[in-house]
């Protein structure tokens, strides 16, 4: 992970992360948390673009005695796990829209998990032709989806009824 938040980076481009909002939102939040701390990766901008995503999130928050040992570890030297600076939670669908416009390196975490709804769709359309962002697959795709064409490497998908060319 860290290798590709900095190559984006270098290349001036955005990662977009297509996930599931309860579990692996989370878990992703917490290992770029763990990265800035570690001085692994620069203090690039993290968006939660999802409002379920935000919503689940909040509930982890609220419920740190459901955090294991190692979780607990970091919360105790690093503070709370879902509130590092570079984290900004996407509330407004202006906000999410004014995200495609962003010229700068950011990391966007959107659903739905498998790129058949959602958020993510916008985000996916906006960058999958550009050779300066990248998708970073994190979880199963199932046969027939816009994720697993993007996880089997086509070389054109189909969003919105439009094809564009993969060149991310």
Known sequence: LADLVNRVVQRNGKLIIP?????????????????????????????????????????????????DQATADFVEIEGPVFTHSSIHYVKSLAESKALNKRRKPAIIISASGMCEAGRILHHLKNTVTKPRNAVAIVGFMAENTLGRRLVERRPSVKIFGQMYPVRC
């Open 19 to 67: 996930a599931f909002s309860v579990g692996r939102t989370q878990n992703l939040l917490y290992y770029l948390h763990q990265l800035f701390a570690e001085n692994r990766i620069p203090s690039v901008p993290v968006f939660v673009d999802s409002p379920l995503s935000v919503n689940a999130t909040d509930i982890f928050r609220m419920h740190p005695e459901c955090y």
